[in-house]
């Protein structure tokens, strides 16, 4: 006991801390994520965010630029400890590596060649001269001329509108049910015996079908014409969308089984959807949304909306102590108004981006 009260030199009891580590960050070019200037100097949303996140915890820090593939497969590996590049947290990723919470929720988007405006014209014509629709419209003459014809045998003996001779007698018969079908009832010809007029009610009744679903068709056809055919995960499956080696976006290409090509980068893809080598270019929409905002040309186009949700988080090594910092971190910081300055800075502003001021997806 009086041993312990004794006073005691604390340089011998206690031996000076160790500094801390220098962090091996991983990094790479995706804009407005991660951007290389011409110093070496990186910035951008996610690269700004981890600055601050370091000067919090007081952390010292060095970029390591590398291909996305090899920046995962270092820090699952221990040789980085994580990554500033944007990475979203999916099922395949969180089964080697361990994850922050999520900064901001994005989506997975779709790139489509824009059309020009004789093309547009083109589209429309085409769309509305498939075999599909030829078939349609082939049905409802059909119809139409089974109506009239129904008409003229129910009329001709007591009609002298549907009276002559059996091809005028016909004639007027599909002269009828086309007026009727189209609701405009010009009233030149009309039924005046009872079976007669039960037999054009209930044409009225089918037309009225017809009419609606020809609507639909073609109100369908004309809004492919004018965004593309690509909309959505059942058209991409009819056509070869190119998606980016190591990408969340390739992953969901792979799980829903879509033809697909692989390319080293986002500008390859979106150069090989230019040159007509694929249809869509399927990635991250923001880093989409940026690149062919920069396009001079204005050649390609980002699909409104997204194919799925996809949650932005830091990676890190399994059982990293690094987690409980960084995540307390992330707390304080994105409580501060100057994380959605940061935002708005790098993505424009969230309700343009289809982003909620708490990183979620808007309706």
Do not use: C
């Not at 590049?85 to 922050?100: H, S, V, Y």
């Amino acid at each position: 006991m009086l041993a312990a009260l004794l006073p005691v030199n604390a340089g011998a009891a206690m031996p000076p801390a160790s500094p801390v580590r220098e962090l091996v960050v991983g990094v790479y070019e995706a804009p407005p994520w991660a951007m290389k200037a011409k110093d070496g100097g990186w910035r951008g949303l996610t690269v700004d965010l981890w600055k601050e996140l370091a000067a919090d915890l007081s952390l010292p820090y060095r970029f390591v630029e590398a291909p996305p593939n090899a920046i995962l497969d270092a820090v699952s590996q221990g040789r980085m400890d994580l990554s500033a590049g944007p990475f979203a947290a999916t099922i395949e990723r969180e089964q080697l590596l361990d994850f922050t919470h999520a900064y901001i929720v994005s989506g997975v988007g779709v790139a489509v060649r824009r059309r020009a405006d004789e093309d547009r014209w083109l589209a429309v014509v085409e769309a509305l001269s498939t075999p599909t629709a030829l078939r349609l419209y082939v049905a409802v003459a059909v119809l139409m001329f089974l109506a009239g014809a129904a008409l003229w045998l129910l009329e001709r003996r007591r009609n002298a509108m549907f009276s002559g001779s059996t091809a005028q007698g016909l004639g007027s018969g599909f002269w009828w049910a086309g007026v009727t079908t189209v609701g405009v009832g010009y009233g030149d010809k009309v039924p005046i015996t009872f079976w007669g007029r039960l037999m054009a009610l209930l044409w009225m009744f089918i037309s009225l079908i017809l009419v609606t679903s020809l609507t639909a068709f073609v109100a369908a056809r004309l809004a492919l014409a004018e965004l593309g055919e690509i909309r959505g995960v059942a058209s991409l499956r009819n056509a070869v969308s190119a998606g980016v080696e190591g990408s969340a976006a390739t992953d969901f290409l792979r799980r829903q089984k879509m033809p697909h090509r692989l390319y080293g980068s986002v500008p390859e893809a979106l150069a090989a959807l230019s040159a007509g080598d694929v249809e869509a270019v399927v990635y991250g929409a923001e880093v989409l949304r940026y690149d062919t905002d920069r396009d001079p040309g204005r050649r390609i186009e980002v699909l409104p909306g997204t194919l799925e949700a996809m949650s932005y988080a830091f990676p890190l090594p399994d059982g990293s102590p690094l987690r409980g910092p960084v995540n307390a971190a992330l707390r304080r910081v994105m409580a501060e108004a100057h994380w959605r300055d940061l935002k708005d800075k790098y993505l424009g502003g969230e309700v343009a981006r289809g982003l909620t001021p708490e990183g979620g997806l808007t309706p």
